[in-house]
């Protein structure tokens, strides 16, 4: 007598296969998408937990294990917000969908001290990997005079310790390196930052941390080049396809020097690789958008890159190829919305400048072609439209009516 066959089940599949499906779920790394307004979203598949008991604990151990998160209390919304288009933020009233996954009895204290002595605290929670990207963010914030005279204030907890679960140790060395991050900035008309910082690390390794928490200020060279390394680390970010590690880095980059762009522009010399840096970052940024589909933000990105180019200082060393280049990409981003009239002007405008490019030239000739047919399609529609309103013809068939 035959037995029939077992039924399959996500339980019987080996482990080491059930956790590559947990990294597709749950893992940070896999689940960040490009949101409207281009913000980046966790979009953590949490009903993994509520399965079963057994699927529940493995999915919610590996959960914690691999994320580790900080929690995140300010006085600052707007920043807060801000950095979600860098940093894959849950902000607000979405955190308390994870108090009784993670840290809930750390938040519900914190909140709580955090209520009382800000008058209103804004929360966030952020995986532990992206928390030296928030520090930069932070930094950039501080660097120059935003809120006069006003004490803007951020609480950090960490968690990495728990009684079902052991972090990675990948987990800890980001929470350590994020926090080294900081620096203490106080600017000369009485505002000033106050970070305070709480978590599970050993004292040993926590008191380390504090000695390290007020590395010297900056220059404005130093500035400028720490912005330059994050461009490149965006472009390897790219090329490698990681497209949201290289939005983070491209954004930081401007943030860094949107801040302190009155200071930087005093300097000849550091404008001049400022708006050279400006004209790199928004054109990248605009590459990066049309890949993740945000096609909008795009030509926004390409536009800002081209209004660069043309209010640069005097030394202006771009070349016609360079102009070429940016007209170009700002005429492709037009054809991605749909704008082919628009992006016929730009693509004669950068032929002008190189007649002989072939990519130029074979894609100004696609889009007139396309807008040229598309226009006589719609010319003739017109005219079909108009003679059978005024004399009954029907223009497509050329047939008379019945009488």
């Known amino acids: 007598m035959e037995h029939p066959p077992k039924r399959a089940s996500f339980e019987g599949i080996p482990s080491e296969i059930r956790l590559t499906i947990y990294s597709y779920l749950l893992s940070d790394k896999n689940v960040v998408v490009l949101g409207p307004k281009r913000v980046l979203r966790p979009q953590y598949q949490t009903a993994l937990f509520t399965v079963n008991k057994k699927i529940s604990s493995e999915s919610l151990t590996y959960f914690c294990a691999e ?69 930069r ?32 140790p990948s987990v800890i060395d980001c929470v350590v390196d994020g926090i080294k991050g900081i620096r203490k900035i106080e600017n000369h008309d009485g505002g000033h930052l106050r970070i305070t910082i709480d978590g599970d690390l050993e004292m040993e390794k926590a008191e380390s941390i504090k000695a390290a928490t007020d590395p010297p ?34 954004f930081v980059a401007i943030y860094t020097m949107g801040n302190m762009h009155n200071e930087l522009r005093q300097d000849p010399i550091l404008r001049c690789r400022l708006e050279s840096l400006l004209v790199n970052l928004y054109t990248n940024t605009s590459l990066l958008d049309s890949k993740q589909g945000a096609y909008e933000s795009a030509v926004l990105q390409a536009e800002m890159a081209w209004d660069a180019t043309n209010t640069r200082a005097a030394g202006d060393t771009s070349t016609p190829a360079q102009k070429a280049k940016l007209l170009y990409r700002l005429g492709c981003t037009l054809v991605d919305v749909g704008k082919d009239g628009k992006a016929i002007e730009r693509l004669k405008e950068a032929h002008s400048y190189v007649p002989g490019d072939i990519h130029i030239n074979a894609k100004l000739e696609e889009v007139t072609t396309r807008f040229e047919s598309r226009r006589k399609k719609l010319d003739m529609k017109y005219r079909a439209r108009m003679s059978e309103k005024a004399f009954g013809w029907n223009l497509g068939t050329w047939e008379q009516p019945a009488a």
């Open 137 to 168: 963010l932070l930094n950039a914030e501080h660097s120059t005079i935003r809120n006069v005279g006003r004490t803007s204030t951020v609480h950090l907890l960490y968690c990495t310790k728990s009684n079902f679960f052991t972090p990675k």
């Open 67 to 135: 994320n580790g998160f900080v929690a995140i209390g300010s006085n600052m919304g707007y920043f807060l917000r801000t950095c979600t288009h860098a940093v894959p933020l849950i902000v607000g009233d979405s955190v308390r969908h994870f108090n009784h996954y993670i840290l809930s009895a750390e938040l519900v204290t914190y909140n709580a001290a955090g209520a009382a002595e800000l008058g209103g605290v804004h929360l966030a929670l952020l995986a532990c990997r992206h928390l030296s990207n928030f520090v």
């Open 217 to 250: 200020a900056l220059t404005l060279a130093e500035v400028l080049d720490q912005a330059v390394q994050a461009k490149e680390r965006g472009n390897n970010f790219y090329r490698a396809c990681d497209y949201n590690a290289a939005r983070c880095e491209y």
